[in-house]
């Protein structure tokens, strides 16, 4: 098996969108950035969200039982910042921004690029982390053309005039 | 829950990476082409892929029990096509591109960005697809600095001077 370090130097190099996990219910409103996010079905639409079980705001997810995936648009690095900066509490990373409730009330940020609006289906436990798989309730296109993506430790902004 | 047009088109907007995803041993040779590869945690070192149970080579990589994410460099857009074109059959696919044997005996790509060598650890069965947790054998880091990567239906080619 391979060492943390060498895990860590290959999977930068594997690109990916940059997300804001968001949630609120009974247990209060929390969010995280994320980039550990993928598709698995469209029967019935789910998608899946690895969250690490040692971060304050893990069981509050549980709890709740709903979460939306907030896909960053390519002007969005700040907002990634803010949901990565542990030295902002919860209320203070949401003031700084705009939401909507959609349809289960887990917060929806505007001009994200989508927001895919869930109820958490299953957890699975996995080492470190826990793979949560959502059932897709609600999904609202916004505006915006250009993606935020983290490849090589550094942020990217992805645009059609960036076709390869 | 939302209908299968508005979750692929919610879907086209999250960007990925793009793979090939090999395997070998007793069931033969195999490869396809995935986005829906993340990473889940480095204790113990482990990342997962997502397949159609629908597809031909879906029991093949059941039975061999290893498999090798092949991440593609920004001008390795023939492999992804060649990996996902159901007219060649799987000899023809890996006679175009060079591929060398690691750990685990899962063909890996020479020149990708970054080759990941696992066993499977578990399957995890999630409507129309099966979700691979594998544990990363080996990493092997090739000498491209451009990522390929999958974006509203087009690829991209991500490179450090496209920083955001």
């Known amino acids: 098996m ?14 990916g ?31 899946l969200v690895c969250m690490n079980r ?3 705001a893990h069981d509050h997810f549980k709890t709740n039982g709903v979460l939306c995936v907030n896909v960053l648009n390519g002007d969005h690095q700040n907002v990634s910042w803010d949901f990565a900066n542990r030295d902002l509490n919860s209320e203070e990373r949401f003031s700084r921004h705009s939401f909507t409730n959609l349809t289960t009330g887990a917060p929806a940020l505007d001009e994200a690029l989508v927001n895919f609006d869930c109820t958490i289906h299953e957890s699975h436990e996995m080492g470190s982390h826990t793979v949560f798989y959502c059932r897709i309730q609600d999904v609202r296109i916004g505006s915006a053309d250009a993606g935020l993506v983290y490849f090589n430790r550094n942020y990217h902004r992805l645009c059609d005039s960036s076709v390869a």
């Not at 969108?17 to 789910?46: L, M």
């Open 54 to 56: 040692n971060s304050y």
């Open 17 to 47: 969108a940059v997300n804001v996990i968001t949630t609120d219910g009974e247990a209060g409103r929390f969010g995280f950035t994320a980039t550990a996010v993928c598709s698995v079905t469209d029967e019935p639409p789910t998608l």
């Open 2 to 15: 391979i060492d943390t370090q060498a895990f860590r130097n290959g999977m930068a190099l594997l690109g």
